[in-house]
């Protein structure tokens, strides 16, 4: 991950939004305080993976704690197809 301040970000905006591209920028504040630039597809990309594992946390928890439905048998599933 490359690294940068405000300042050189702003002179040199047109290259760091290219690195962008291919991987996420980090800018740094004076008072420490730190931000990511980063392609909005990865960032989606992102998003999309931490609910996924998020849904699959909540499904496991749920599991663990017993709050879970009994699945028909596989004769019940079926009979709506034999009709």
Do not use: C, W
């Not at 996420?24 to 989606?44: D, F, V």
């Not at 496991?60 to 004769?75: K, Q, R």
């Amino acid at each position: 991950m490359e690294n940068t301040n405000p300042k050189k970000l702003r002179a040199e905006m047109k290259d760091y939004l290219e690195l962008a591209k291919n991987e996420p920028i980090r800018i740094q504040r004076r008072s420490g305080e730190t931000y990511i630039l980063m392609n909005e597809e990865e960032y989606s990309k992102m998003q999309v993976e931490i609910m996924s594992l998020q849904r699959r946390l909540l499904s496991m928890s749920n599991i663990l704690n017993g709050e879970v439905d009994e699945l028909p048998s596989s004769d019940e599933r079926l009979k709506r197809f034999k009709a």
